[in-house]
Structure formats: structure tokens, C-alpha cells
């Protein structure tokens, strides 16, 4: 067979396998970010006559396993496979702010986290290691602010972006995109760049810090006020 599939004849229940279409809306993300995953052999596949892939639930669920440890802090999905659907959309009583970092570069991963823990001690920050497992992480974790690198294995951050404006759960998400490219080199992702916030990673100390707490202003609690007697 031409792509990574397992022979139809073994078990035709629908039980046993997904269209591309129910696979995309368990995992939260596009149609044509669950085919890329198949074309990668992340996911095992077969075709139909028809030309229609179908997707087995023992590589769907096996994935899943899987992503749980490439996501840091991610939280371990309970139930069946058909119930990540409602899974992701599990909030706590009290909101505490959220970001899902998506960054192949451990180097950057730490300093990140480092940032975060000394500026913003009450955000949940969790990691994503690549393209793919980030769109599954978003829509697990409807984060409030995603920081993204524009360049990433599997499914860049431009195409990735693009997809996460177009998903029914980004809402008023924030975004940030942190890349080691300078601004000539950024031409080919202005499409995705619109209105988005940019960091040069040479500059992501200094600048970083700062965007987060203007894409998260609103969730972030206030610095206690100073009593009457301390002003005097």
C-alpha cells in the first residue's frame, strides 16, 4: 500500500477506525493537519475504494498516549477517545491564566519557563514540543495565550497560525510569535504575521516579558494596593 496503512481486511468495523474528519474534531485541530499526520506515519491509515482515508482507533489512541508525554503540564485525559471532544473544555472553578509554549528548541523552552516562573508565578505555562502536537495541545487546553516559534518540525508556525485563526474554539486567544529570523526573512510569513506580536529571539528577554502582560492584562490579578498608612 502506498502510504502508511494497515490492510482493511483485518477488521472493517467502524468501530475499529475514524474518518480524517471525526479524528480532526477529537483532536481539535484541521482536516488537513490529521491527513499531514497520516502522510508522516503518525497515524496508521488505509484507503477506500473511493479514495477516502480511514484512520485506525489503535494508532488515534496509541497517538494520544504518546502526546501526553511530549506536552509538559498537560493534564492526563480520562474516558474513551470519543470523549476528548468535551475533555478540553474542562475549566476550573477559579480561572487561572494559561499559555501553551510551541518550541522545538529546549534552549528557548527554558528560558521561557524561566521568565514566566519570576514574572508570572500564577500562569499555568505548558509545552508543546512541535507543530502537531501543539494544535492537539490547543485543543485540549483552549489556552489564553499561545507563544509560538515560526519555524517548527513537522507543520510550520505559519501554517499553524493560520490554521488556529480559523479553529471555532481560538475565541480571543492571544498570540506571540517568537522567531530567529530578522524582518527580510520574515517576508515569506507576513500572511500569518498580521496584527500578530513579533519577537526576535535575540531580543526575547528584554521583550517577552512585557507581551505577556498585555495579551494577559485582563486575567492577571492586581498588584495588592498600598495601605493608606504606607503612603503618608
Known sequence: MPMNQVSPLN??????????????KILGMAVRSVQLMVDRGDLQAWKTPG?????????????IQGSRAGVT??????GSVGDQRSS????????????L?????????????????QC??????HIAHDGITGLVSFGHLQ???????????????????????RHALFGNCKLIVLTSLDEEQRAPYAFALHDVAVVHKPRL?????????SALQHLLAPAPATPAAEQA
Open 11 to 24: 477488521d472493517m468495523s467502524s468501530a475499529n477506525y475514524y474518518t480524517t474528519l471525526e479524528v480532526a
Open 51 to 63: 479514495g477516502h482515508r480511514r484512520i485506525t482507533r489503535e494508532s488515534l489512541e496509541r497517538w
Open 73 to 78: 503540564g498537560v493534564a492526563a485525559l480520562h
Open 88 to 99: 478540553g473544555r474542562r475549566r476550573a472553578a477559579v480561572h487561572v491564566p494559561r499559555i
Open 101 to 117: 509554549l510551541i518550541e522545538d528548541s529546549s534552549h528557548f523552552q527554558n528560558l521561557v519557563s524561566m521568565l514566566v516562573k
Open 120 to 125: 508570572f508565578p500564577a500562569v499555568d505555562l
Open 143 to 165: 489556552p489564553d495565550l499561545i507563544i509560538v516559534d515560526i519555524l517548527l518540525p513537522g507543520i510550520d508556525g505559519a501554517t499553524m497560525i493560520t490554521g488556529l485563526r
Open 205 to 213: 528577554v528584554q521583550e517577552l516579558p512585557g507581551l505577556i502582560e
